[in-house]
């Protein structure tokens, strides 16, 4: 239903674009026919805007009240089975190299409060385990985590948590702008996470009133970043304690490593959850290449420009290297109306080739210093 | 027949379209601006950059053409 609603405004803006584009190629055409530059603008306005408004589609936007209305039904029957059943141990967040299944990737809460974390063979992949006296559960926030994924284009289980630390924030502030900020602390085996004024807050403040999910198992939002680390670190992780401020605009979690398991193969590890999918390169990953390199280029030639005039006026006017670079150079198309010297041309080239080289290069020592 | 626009004209109109677009990308935030807006926000952003760059080159085309003129 909501899409046959949908579906007209996406057609009139569609339809608006063609309509703009065709009057601007009519435009064009007649600015070239009657000479008129007028014409010629208008045309070029149009044309573009027209293809401007078909080629940025609409967004799909939903409010944030939606988010918590279809998630907190299902929280609450979770924590109803797990109260009911008296599962009383906190939620562990077990990585992939610990099932049998690369793929699975679930959360282990054992029956008694303070139990140990399952040894490897004695995991299970249905819900309740009779061995380990605990139930096995896929994580709330497991989709999350796979769609953090997505939009960086990277897997957490060949990332570490320096790339964590470096990526969530601009993946939850910029990318999906779901925070205003998001800030990580790692103190030894332990991880605490600020994120501040979040579109998940209203969830987050419902999902306390259920004792099972929040600091157990956690909300979806909880649930994913805890997934993120799990894969990232290769090890068990549980959410050790969670604070909503009482305005409701901070949401503090901490989260710990339980024990520590090996790591099997880099390979089984990256084989996690649904069939993953690249997001294309955001334009602005390649633009320290795209601007760099032919500002360092640019500013390569203005330097082989001057070192040619140098050499010349040297072998041909025997210039002296200070008259060369300080003298005046009126009336040649050098001073560019506005008495332009060599030694400008020179700082010029120096400071476009030597920024141009460190834009290209800082991201690659970057990533360098990251692996 | 011919095209009544010069080069520089439509180096002048790039810069102009370059600054809405990239002035617009700023404000469409969904978050920190303009809600009702329903755009791809991150092709909007590639469009400006994209036409920014384009009116950079032709300014250093024009730059080149000041210094080669004897």
Redesign the interface.
């Known amino acids: 239903m909501p899409q046959s609603i949908a579906k007209p405004k996406r057609s009139f803006s569609r339809a608006v674009g063609w309509t703009f584009l065709f009057c601007g190629i009519v435009a064009l055409v007649n600015?070239?026919?009657f000479?008129?530059?007028i014409?010629?603008?208008i045309g070029?306005?149009l044309a573009?805007w027209g293809a401007?408004l078909i080629?940025?589609?609409?967004?799909?936007?939903v409010k944030a009240m939606l988010i918590d209305s279809t998630a907190i039904s299902s929280i609450e029957n979770l924590d109803k089975i797990i109260t009911e059943l008296k599962y009383k141990g906190k939620g562990i967040h077990l990585p992939p190299e610990y099932f049998k299944d690369p793929k699975s990737e679930l959360v282990y809460i054992p029956k008694k409060e303070g139990a140990e974390i399952p040894l490897a063979e004695e995991t299970s992949e249905e819900v309740f385990s009779q061995k380990t006296q605990g139930m096995f559960i896929t994580p709330p926030g497991l989709d999350l985590t796979n769609y953090f994924e997505n939009e960086l284009g990277k897997k957490f289980a060949k990332a570490d948590l320096k790339y964590l630390q470096n990526n969530l924030p601009k993946l939850f502030m910029e990318n999906l702008?779901i925070a205003?900020d998001l800030e990580i602390e790692i103190e030894n085996n332990t991880f605490h996470i600020k994120i501040m004024n979040s579109v998940y807050k209203d969830l987050c403040s419902k999902a306390r009133e259920f004792s099972s999910i929040c600091g157990s198992v956690g909300c979806p939002l909880c649930s994913s970043i805890a997934c993120a680390l799990t894969r990232a670190t290769g090890n068990p992780i549980i959410i050790e304690k969670n604070n909503l401020s009482t305005d409701g605009n901070v949401i503090e979690t901490h989260y710990r490593i339980l024990g520590t398991i090996k790591r099997q193969t880099e390979v089984t590890s990256a084989e996690v959850s649904v069939p993953f999918k690249f997001a294309g390169r955001?334009?602005?990953y390649t633009?320290p290449d795209?601007?760099g390199l032919p500002i360092a280029a640019?500013g390569l030639a203005i330097l082989f420009?001057v070192g040619w005039l140098t050499w010349y006026d040297i072998t041909t006017w025997g210039k002296s290297l200070f008259l060369i670079f300080f003298g005046s150079r009126a009336g040649?198309?050098?001073s560019?109306g506005i008495d332009m010297r060599v030694i400008y041309y020179l700082l010029i080239g120096s400071v476009l080739f030597l920024s141009g080289i460190f834009m290209f290069f800082r991201k690659r020592l970057r990533a360098h210093v990251e692996e | 027949?011919?095209?009544?626009?010069s080069f520089w004209?439509?180096s002048l109109?790039l810069a102009v379209?370059s600054m809405i677009l990239l002035v617009a990308s700023e404000l469409t935030?969904?978050?920190y601006g303009s809600?009702s807006l329903?755009?791809?926000?991150?092709?909007?952003?590639?469009?400006a950059?994209?036409t920014a760059?384009i009116f950079l080159i032709t300014v250093?085309i024009r730059i080149y053409e000041?210094?080669?003129?004897?």
């Open positions: 600015s070239i026919i000479a008129s530059s014409l010629a603008f070029l306005g573009f401007l080629y940025l589609r609409q967004e799909k936007y702008e205003e955001h334009l602005g633009l795209v601007v640019f420009w040649e198309a050098i560019a | 027949m011919q095209f009544p626009l004209d439509i109109w379209t935030s969904p978050r809600a329903l755009i791809n926000k991150k092709a909007l952003k590639n469009v950059t994209l760059i250093l000041i210094i080669r003129t004897p």
